[in-house]
């Protein structure tokens, strides 16, 4: 008897997707991003909200030795540093043979890359390599980006994470020692037209509605979706914005935004829902996922030598730079009297 060659093709192939279906569901599983804690939230008027986090979470405490973020780039606390060597983006331009994880973490939406793209230079410290990415927006209403700068808060801010190596997760590389973690933040805001390469995210968040859902998107290179002049940004040391807070962070907030479509915008604010333990299944849309701002204390916003340093960006930058008018004032008039 003749095999029936046909039916063997059939069987062949059927065994071959399952066997791929099979390495998509391991790869899922395989995901370094774990669902946030559910004993957090951002409305400012639950249990859960940011100024009760230090309560459950003791490094989300605001304070001297425990710098947190996100901040005001206030030019008060700015300082260029002119020597100050250039980003180096390895790989960035790179665009990645296999799929990326996109995932509602409840209380964002993160993007986690594969191996092989590098973060260094400026004034970090040593080289970090390429995490995920996650994004805090607003509302219908109001903007929603972590950092405020001229004054103004974005619609969205998009958020790089940069580990080093062999650390595997945030919270082990930042529990473990300090400057493991490095973010870059770029501003994102609303413009005329769709933005090509967000599209392809913006495109599957509306697929992972609720906590824990997850899927393979197409990769990109990353650096089409930075702003076209990455020499011009802020770097300052700070903390991870949701808990547990834990101040081991490089930060670099680049001057310039990108754009998207206020359609790519809308599929944040209206489709992607976190639970709480209380409300049972019923969802709850995910809005102005943002941390208030922080004090900066003592702390030096260093601006590379092209970023902007403006006069004055808000209210308290011109009181501040008053008094410290005033005081040097008046200690060179009590100085003479002191000797």
Known sequence: MQPDTKRMDMTFSRAILFSLILAKASALTNSHIAVSSPDYCYDPYRWCGPKYWQATFQYCTSDFMESQSPVILNPFHMMRNRSMGPLELLAYDVLQSEPWIIKNIRDTIAVEFNPGMYLGGANLPRSYYTFYMAFHWGSETTNGSEHIYNDRRYPMEMQIFHLVPPYQTLNEAAFTERQAVA????????????????????????????????????PFPLRDLLPNDTSKFYQYTGSLTFPECLYAVEWIVFQEPIYISQKQYNRFIGTVYYHEPEEGEEPRLLLQNYRPTQALFDRILIASANAAVPMFSSSHSLVASLLAVLLTSLVSLLLPRMT
């Open 183 to 218: 973010v870059l933040a770029v501003f994102v805001d609303i413009g005329p037209e769709d933005n090509p390469v967000f599209e392809t995210i913006s495109r599957a968040v509306p697929t992972i509605p609720l906590a824990g859902d997850e899927k393979f998107i197409d």
